[in-house]
């Protein structure tokens, strides 16, 4: 199926379907932006389901039924469908325990298979109330486009046991088909920057010691080739440690970090990059600015 989108949907060997790209595509291009065939409260069950199939055309209704169900002879089939595509409208990480309020069916978007090292992210623009999937890195044509249905920070062991079970698929992605010392060192890696998560929350009052510990994610987050899906939220650590202690020239260089992590997986005209615009242009609009001792800490790494 060839659309007005760089993608094409095809079959993938082993997959079932999947998106490639149709050209090559730069890191940061949106690659798709798409309405809800439906919405639903993410704690849906099949009667809820079949209540929007119900508010359906004949052909929506079958293009629905078109979709993948890997959870046949378990699950009402409208049910599985459901489970087996729907995506988050609204902000969701299992990394780090934010879940969507409502889920959506997306006839294009429910194609995009799984990788543990994406090279897409799924944005829900709430303000346009469609779905946006953006090239988080350069993909050339024919590349397999790929989103992560599981968590980022877990071991291969557990992503495998979430996509088998969620999902009921063995992932052979590159994060987990690695010879085994190097995937310790990616289980290492990954188990480190979710452990780090927490740590840094924790740091409030130790700027310099969290500084370090941003850095330190950034650079595992580099090595597992995934710091282009998660890394706003660690720039904007960096901005808050430099902004308690009024060091408003690194500040400055760590929110625009933050704004362009931002723009690459979700647009320009988030809430989030108006935010980090704000603060770029003024640090000391934010309300921990000078909390603690003055002090220059240090921007990032490049
Ligand atoms: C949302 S659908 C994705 C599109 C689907 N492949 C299709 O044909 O419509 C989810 C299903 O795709 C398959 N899938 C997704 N990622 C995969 C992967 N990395 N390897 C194998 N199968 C995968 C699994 O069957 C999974 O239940």
């Known amino acids: 199926m060839s659309t007005e989108w760089p993608i094409i949907v095809q079959d993938i060997p082993g997959k079932g379907k999947g998106v490639i ?3 090559a595509i730069v890191p940061g291009e949106l690659v798709l932006l798409e309405a809800p065939l439906f919405t639903l409260p993410s704690d849906y069950d099949n009667s809820a389901v079949l209540a929007k199939l119900a508010a359906l055309t004949e052909s929506e209704q079958r293009q629905f039924l078109s979709l993948t169900n890997c959870h046949q002879g378990r699950l009402p089939p409208p049910l599985g469908t459901c489970k087996t595509n729907a995506l988050p409208c609204g902000d ?12 959506g069916i997306f006839l294009m978007g429910s194609r995009f298979n799984s990788s543990c090292v994406q090279n897409v992210n799924n944005f829900w623009d709430d303000a346009l109330q469609k779905i946006s999937f953006r090239a988080l890195k350069n993909i050339a044509a024919e590349e397999e486009l790929c989103i992560c249905y599981t968590e980022l920070f877990a071991t291969r062991e557990n992503r495998q046991y979430k996509s088998k079970l969620g999902f009921g698929f063995e992932c052979v992605c590159p994060a987990c088909t690695l010879p085994p010392k190097e995937q310790k060192a990616s289980d290492a890696r990954r188990t480190t920057v979710g452990r780090l998560y927490g740590e840094i929350s924790q740091c409030g009052n130790q700027p310099s010691l969290g500084l370090r510990k941003v850095k330190l994610v950034i650079q595992l987050l580099k090595e597992e080739g995934i710091l282009e899906c998660t890394g706003a939220i660690y720039y904007y650590d960096g901005f808050q440690f430099c902004v308690s202690c009024s060091d408003k020239r690194n500040a400055k260089q760590w929110v625009r970090k933050a704004l362009e992590a931002e723009t690459l997986g979700r647009g320009p005209d988030t809430s989030g990059a108006k935010m980090y615009r ?7 609009q934010h309300m921990a600015f000078g909390l603690l001792r003055k002090q220059n800490l240090a921007g990032p790494d490049n």
């Open 21 to 23: 790209a149709a050209r």
């Open 278 to 284: 704000r603060y770029m242009e003024n640090p000391s």
């Open 92 to 103: 969701q990480s299992s990394s780090y325990g934010d879940r969507a309020e409502r889920v």
